[in-house]
């Protein structure tokens, strides 16, 4: 074994120090998929996704070549380790994998350029954190309108820390908005035990 110092850059993910706090980022790894992507324009939005979108299966032309949108979905499902706030709009485009089409990739598109505007935003782990465990969580009745299972969403902190989140779908299809908070709040006090 050897000392190499301290860890700054590993697969993809860069980190930093100083005296209050560590910080986990992917900023060359985000500037890398953007140049991927083959985005050259400066534009940015404001969002990943606008919510009162609904993708289906069948929307738009099939795309002739998939590769490119498989691989940028899978480098995003690998960039929400420090940006939980693509979470939930990776896991939509997700879903398309299989067969994408056009519409797909351009929410896709819009994640990325959404991406560039958010750059340099980075997780932050404070050394003086109290060491008090949040959860939170949340549901959207009915939100895909072909199954109609809700996606859910939780989050834990460790003090300020966010040290866990998820967003998935739900196995099974709730009868009411309640129904819904229920077995997302389940789902997320699961993860505890």
């Known amino acids: 074994m050897k000392d190499v110092g301290h860890l700054s850059y590993f697969l993809g993910l860069e980190i930093a120090f100083d005296k209050s706090s560590y910080y986990l980022s992917q900023t060359k790894y985000a500037t890398d998929l953007i140049s991927r992507a083959g985005i050259t324009d400066t534009k940015v939005v404001n969002t990943p996704f606008n919510s009162t979108e609904h993708l289906a299966a069948t929307d738009g032309t099939p795309l002739s070549d998939e590769t490119l ?53 980075e997780l932050n782990f404070a050394h003086s954190s109290p060491l008090e465990l949040r959860a939170y969580s949340n549901a959207d009745w009915v939100g895909d309108s072909i199954d109609r299972r809700s996606t859910i969403g939780y989050c834990f902190f460790l003090g300020t820390s966010l040290i ?27 993860k505890l035990l």
Do not use: C, M
């Open 164 to 190: 866990s989140w998820r967003s998935k779908k739900q196995t099974v299809v709730s009868r009411s908005s309640t129904e819904s908070e229920y077995r997302a709040l389940i789902d997320t006090t699961s």
């Open 69 to 121: 949108y498989r691989q940028l979905v899978g480098s995003l499902i690998y960039l929400t380790i420090t940006r939980p706030n693509i979470a939930y709009v990776v896991h939509i485009v997700s879903q398309f994998i299989s067969s994408p089409r056009a519409t797909h990739f351009f929410v896709v598109l819009r994640i990325l350029r959404y991406i560039r505007g958010t750059l340099f935003h």
